[in-house]
């Protein structure tokens, strides 16, 4: 088991670029998260895929944000004409069966310039 | 709407010092609470899940309580070592909140030698 990966770690782009981000869950868990997290603050979350169906998303998710899971397996997520706002660790975790005990990636940290 | 607190934000103690981080929680409608790990930079390590039926669950040094009906959980520490400095974070499923997990803002933990 490999746990969840997330690609790239670092990300550092200049305002108004648009930018994407991957997740690989871990093998077989159906369901897959994202979150934001800034410094010193807890994670909020963002978005919810159970297979390649979008459940939820948060009203944090605005309209510059998009994320898939084409063939239920890994995620992208895209951030449009990003602003300084939007520089945070991105956290994806994943889980299945009854317990719902997520699992978190590394994250990727995007910084804003 | 459901609020997570952690209480201290911060705690430095001597090595083999027990400790207990505290975590409370404004709706008792919840399903199950997750105790995570935080290194800086890092993701997130599940520590402990303890679902609404349960009282404790233990791992190792590791004791997690559930109150449910008073919307608190504590984190025991059992002989901490400088290895357990990191931030812990509380995150609690609501019922009926679908699949997102709500975090505290996390207990940044630092063991001296």
């Known amino acids: 088991d490999t746990g969840v990966s997330q690609d790239p770690r670092h990300k550092i782009t200049k305002r108004g670029q648009n930018v994407t981000f991957r997740c690989d869950p871990i093998s077989e868990h159906n369901r897959l998260y994202w979150y934001r997290q800034t410094l010193g603050q807890g994670p909020e979350f963002l978005t919810y895929?159970?297979?390649?169906?979008?459940?939820?998303k948060s009203r944090l998710l605005s309209d510059r944000f998009s994320a898939e899971r084409p063939k239920g397996s890994f995620s992208t997520l895209e951030i449009q004409r990003t602003e300084q706002g939007d520089s945070a660790m991105y956290l994806c975790a994943s889980s299945s069966g009854g317990g719902w005990e997520q699992y978190f990636g590394p994250g990727t940290r995007l910084t804003v310039t | 709407k459901q609020e997570v607190t952690q209480i201290p934000a911060a705690l430095s103690v001597p090595e083999g010092e027990n400790l207990v981080l505290n975590c409370s929680f404004t709706d008792s409608a919840i399903y199950n609470l997750q105790w995570f790990r935080q290194d800086p930079g890092k993701g997130l390590t599940s520590l402990l899940l303890?679902?609404?039926?349960?009282r404790e669950q233990t791992s190792g040094r590791l004791n997690a309580s559930l109150d449910k009906s008073s919307g608190r959980s504590t984190l025991y520490i059992a002989a901490s070592q400088p290895g357990d400095s990191a931030t812990y974070l509380c995150?609690?499923?609501?019922?009926?909140?679908?699949?997102?997990?709500?975090f505290g803002e996390g207990t940044q933990l630092t063991v001296n030698p």
């Open positions: 895929f159970q297979n390649e169906a979008q459940l939820e």
């Open positions: 995150a609690v499923r609501r019922e009926t909140s679908g699949s997102r997990l709500t």
């Open positions: 303890i679902q609404s039926s349960q």
